[in-house]
């Protein structure tokens, strides 16, 4: 007898071929079987009507703290997804030294918006190394799997001390090999993959660089080394490619030395609109000399959300409104009703091309409803609706930040929105490169919502899109389950066949949306985090048993912390 048989149900197997009606048999955490099952499980689902899928894998996420202390690793878990990778873009919390904590700390909060007290309450740091990270984290019982990354960040500090905090520093090439030595161990410890990031957006909390900005090609070799030697593991990197060919070429060599996959963030900035066409071009002609480059690309415009609430929104300068910083939420949004104030606020609004642009210009500003629209036409922006009704856009626009309670959400696409559509980020979807990520679950907590990206793939690409050509749902999950696990080594999931992980959704695809984003205060010491929840999700199932069903947790916490690759069921 089979310990569940899923019938009826809609399958999409994850292989990208065409949908079909059957059952699916689950026995010991494996898919038994597939199509008609005769034999009857200790436990039915009558999933007629119902999509049955595989779990979603998300490769992009920043859950290294959180997964200390969130049993749920939520948002992940409310969309559908079963397996998460963190540890990206070379920020993370091992190999540390007891005198490195703080460095670590900053480093994430900086880069990643989370706050620092959050950490410090939340990680107990019983460990050193990236084995007793791993350690760890399996200590804490948990309803998804979670696999992680070596990140630069943590490793560079942790072989050159003080001097490995500095990007401008040099190691030497005794410290590159102790590095790339200790690359091989994490990843025979179980990583996943080593993680570097050059970009000058990744700064500490005091506006340092990221410790890997600019590593020399000598040291990423040496530490890729470590990874050919384990003979495992992946690369995942981020780099602003402002001298693009020889940083190009820096990244082409760190994958080469390593004979590794190695993936790197390309999406449309609107100061280099052209970049990401130059990227794919040099990751496909990489990829036809042996060298396995990746792309990994959002499934939506990359946007930040703005509220009264959030880390930023348009009157965060204004010395009028900084005057009422120490008034609770409450007070403060009443006092900005008053008309004087509101008139000496939209007046001391930054004007013009400053830091404070993307925050200001109201062109590019819409109001979130629920559910969202995340290919908003232009017509849609705060400025037009106000010129539509005859008002000046900047006090149109503080009038519906204050109403509601001044609890009202505003999206700000910034990347993959040059043209105001997601034209760009439909041809980054379609690229043979490429593979779905980006979504920075457990990151920048007030800043960004882009954790829903999965679901997003699959409801605007493949049901809802009105503003330009949607793309086939089988094809989708596919990109999100069997491509994204590949890209790691996960190769024992993301697709629904007999003997694979019975990771898998049941989802009542016309029910299936992303939430409002809302914004909720349970981080260790209270702290905030915009999360998004998903309607839809009917059952989600981790190594066979239900773990969430209608968004609501069952009790059951199968998931685990993987340790390297997983290959192919025989």
């Known amino acids: 007898m089979h310990d569940i048989v899923i019938r009826g149900g809609t399958i999409i197997d994850g292989s990208g071929g065409p949908r079909r009606t059957g059952d699916l048999a689950i026995r010991d955490g494996r898919i038994a079987e597939v199509g008609e099952v005769s034999e009857p499980g200790r436990r039915e689902i009558d999933a007629t009507g119902l999509l049955v899928t ?339 856009p900047s006090e149109f626009a503080y009038d519906r930040f204050v109403q509601d309670g001044g609890r009202g959400l505003f999206y700000v696409p910034v990347m993959n929105y040059v043209a105001g559509n997601s034209d760009v980020t439909r041809e980054q979807l379609l690229h043979p490169r490429s593979v779905p990520g980006l979504g920075d679950g457990g990151a920048h907590v007030a800043t960004i919502c882009d954790v829903s990206f999965p679901t997003s793939l699959l409801t605007h690409w493949g049901r809802d899109r009105s503003r330009g050509e949607k793309l086939p749902l089988e094809w989708l999950v596919k990109r999100q389950c069997r491509d994204t696990a590949e890209l790691v080594g996960l190769n024992d999931r993301g697709l629904l066949a007999p003997g694979m992980k019975a990771d898998l959704n049941l989802i009542d695809f016309e029910a299936l949306n992303v939430c409002e984003p809302e914004m909720l205060y349970d981080l260790p010491l209270g702290e905030k985090r915009l999360v998004q929840r998903a309607r839809g999700y009917r059952k989600t199932l981790v190594s066979g048993q239900v773990v969430m069903e209608d968004g609501e947790h069952t009790g059951a916490l199968p998931g685990e912390v993987l340790r390297g690759a997983r290959p192919a069921p025989a």
């Open 54 to 392: 595989p779990g979603l894998v998300d490769v992009h996420t920043h859950y290294d703290g959180q997964v200390l202390w969130d049993p749920l690793v939520t948002p992940s878990s409310w969309h559908g997804v079963t397996t998460v990778v963190m540890g990206n873009c070379g920020v993370g919390f091992a190999p540390v030294a007891p005198e490195g904590r703080d460095f670590l700390i900053e480093l994430m909060e900086g880069v990643e918006d989370i706050p620092a007290g959050t950490l410090r309450e939340g990680l107990p740091w019983d460990w050193e190394s990236f084995s007793e990270y791993l350690d760890s984290v399996g200590r804490v019982a948990r309803a998804i799997d979670v696999g992680a990354q070596l990140p630069h960040g943590a490793l560079r500090p942790y072989v050159m001390g003080e001097r490995g905090g500095d990007h401008t520093q040099r190691a030497t090439p005794e410290e590159i090999a102790r590095m790339g030595q200790l690359a091989q161990e994490a990843i025979e410890a179980g990583a996943l993959g080593f993680s570097t990031s050059r970009t000058i957006n990744h700064k500490t909390r005091d506006g340092r660089n990221t410790p890997s900005l600019t590593a020399s090609v000598e040291e990423l070799k040496g530490i890729a080394a470590g990874l050919r030697r384990a003979g495992a593991g992946v690369l995942q990197g981020i780099a602003d490619f402002f001298d693009f060919d020889p940083e190009f070429e820096l990244i082409r060599a760190t994958a080469e030395a390593a004979g590794r996959p190695m993936s790197i963030s390309v999406m449309e900035n609107p100061d280099s609109p052209a970049m990401w066409r130059d990227l794919l071009e040099r990751i496909d002609a990489a990829g036809r000399e042996g060298i396995d480059l990746r792309a990994q690309v959002a499934t939506r415009a990359i946007g930040l959300i703005m509220g009264l609430q959030n880390t930023y929104h348009p009157y965060i300068a204004c010395p009028s409104y900084r005057a009422l910083e120490k008034l609770s939420f409450e007070q403060r949004v009443a006092r900005m009703r008053d008309p004087e104030l509101r008139r000496r606020i939209v007046g001391e609004v930054p004007r013009g091309d400053g830091a404070m642009s993307n925050f200001t210009r109201l062109g590019n500003v819409f109001e979130l409803q629920d559910p969202p629209d995340y290919e908003p036409d232009p017509e849609q922006s705060l400025e037009a609706r106000a010129r539509r009704a005859g008002a000046d």
